[in-house]
Nanobody, 124 residues
């Protein structure tokens, strides 16, 4: 069974940067939309960003627009989330997800595969 594996989380000071990576174990996914979600303590999981199979289309939550960039390298079967100008409110567990569809979606229940999550902590 294909699973998603995230990496790149950690502790960073406010204003710093981190790059998250996500790749499936067990083989390539095929044509899928890839997304990132996050969940802060005591809050519901929320959409962060998504990218189409080709990489030509992206979508961002308003809270991260202009600071985060999602991209994918299909040759390496990997999706990235570059996070710049990090703020304490960005502290959360970040999850990678894959949806077997061609249209980008922000709805978490439409994603078919999920990673275990990676912790991002931003100190003030």
């Amino acid at each position: 069974q294909v699973q998603l594996v995230e990496s790149g989380g950690g502790l960073v000071q406010a204003g710093g940067s981190l790059r998250l990576s996500c790749a499936p174990s067990g083989g390539p996914f095929g044509t899928v939309v890839m997304g990132w979600f996050r969940q802060a303590p005591g809050k519901e999981r929320e959409f962060v960003a998504a990218v189409s199979w080709s990489g030509a289309s992206t979508s961002y939550a308003d809270s991260v627009k202009g600071r985060f960039t999602i991209s994918r390298d299909n040759g390496k079967n990997t999706v990235y989330l570059q996070m710049n100008s990090l703020m304490p409110v960005d502290t959360a567990v970040y999850y990678c997800a894959a949806a077997r569809r061609t249209m980008i979606t922000r709805i978490d229940r439409l994603y078919d595969y999920w990673g275990q999550g990676t912790q991002v902590t931003v100190s003030s």
